[in-house]
């Protein structure tokens, strides 16, 4: 476990892939229990520690997720997400290489429990939400290209879906179409980057995580595929 910031009232841990936020039915250790732990041992706390967890991301997904230290700044922190925010920045490597570059993908979601996929739709239909993202080229091979994804709307596998439904799917996202599972069972999807204002002091919070390094395509500024 990776911590990339702290202060008295909120932690941000860099989520390795594959590694689950919340406990599951898999019994593994989470993401939420470690940052427990690690508050317990660091200030030696004993009995009860306090760590609420804001939000989550997906058990393939790398990246950033917000804990909160104290009930206050959970509280606020739940309303901000509610509101929109806190603002989201994601990095992925996908299929193909979009075309335009840079544009806006609107449609409506639904969700199927038993399969545990989210399905895109054009059209709004009972039980369907809305999901915008914006996406941007940033670096592109002959195969495969990194976008960076902006997410307007946070619904259930929303990046995962949506870019699937414009024929690019995420390397790796067997469930969203993808050629070939990642050796680790992780998908190239990243929570990169974190802006939000902290929920009790005031200031500008502005994170973002260490570049992944089992592919080629997530140092953009250095192409080399």
Known sequence: MEIVYE????????????EIVQGDKTGDTPLLEMVREYIREKYNKPGNVFCGLVHRIDRPVAGLVIF????KALTRLNEMIRRGLIH??????????????EGRIESFLTSNQRTNKSYVSPKPSEGAKQAILDYKLLNAGE???????????????????QLSSIGHP????????ARRS?????????????H????????????TAPALKNHPLWNFENPSC
């Open 7 to 18: 202060d008295n009232h909120i932690i941000i841990a860099n989520k390795a892939p594959c």
């Open 68 to 71: 909160a230290k104290t009930s």
């Open 88 to 101: 989201k920045t994601y990095r992925a490597i996908v299929q193909g290489v979009p075309n335009p570059p």
């Open 143 to 161: 195969r495969y290209s990194l976008l960076e994804v902006n997410l307007l709307t946070g619904r259930k596998h929303q990046i995962r879906a």
């Open 170 to 177: 995420i390397v790796g996202d067997l469930k969203y179409g």
């Open 182 to 194: 990642n050796p680790d069972g992780s998908i190239s999807l990243q929570a990169y980057r974190l």
């Open 196 to 207: 939000f204002t902290h929920p009790v002091s005031g200031k500008e919070i502005d994170i």
